[in-house]
Nanobody, 120 residues
Framework: QVQLVESGGGLVQAGGSLRLSCAAS????????MNWYRQAPGKQRELVAG???????NYADSVKGRFTISRDNAKNTVYLQMNSLKPDDTAVYYC??????????????WGQGTQVTVSS
């Protein structure tokens, strides 16, 4: 099995910064895409940022220029540096990864989520 564990969430004032981490562990042969999603109360889960093993990244328009996704492939870890935070960024942030497992092939896994709250 594969586990994704997020950390780094919390309460911050508008304009502040937070850095989220997501570490993948377990039966892992390789990881392709690692993404950050978020879900605010009453809203659908949305893709915030994504990163491929080749180094390509993509961002939601709402976070471009403020958030930066990066990863440490040796540690199977993805990060999300969030700057200039706004109250609209308040949500539960989830890590998602596409993982290749020995003898089992590719599958997608989710972390348990970490709360980010931005006060005005």
């Amino acid at each position: 099995q594969v586990q994704l564990v997020e950390s780094g969430g919390g309460l911050v004032q508008a304009g502040g910064s937070l850095r989220l981490s997501c570490a993948a562990s377990g039966s892992i042969f390789s990881i392709n895409v690692m993404n950050w999603y978020r879900q605010a109360p009453g809203k659908q889960r949305e893709l915030v940022a994504g990163s491929t093993s080749g180094g390509s990244t993509n961002y939601a328009d709402s976070v471009k220029g403020r958030f930066t996704i990066s990863r440490d492939n040796a540690k199977n870890t993805v990060y999300l540096q969030m700057n200039s935070l706004k109250p609209d960024d308040t949500a539960v942030y989830y890590c998602n990864a596409e993982v290749s497992r020995p003898l089992s092939g590719w599958a997608k896994f989710w972390g348990q989520g970490t709360q980010v709250t931005v006060s005005s």
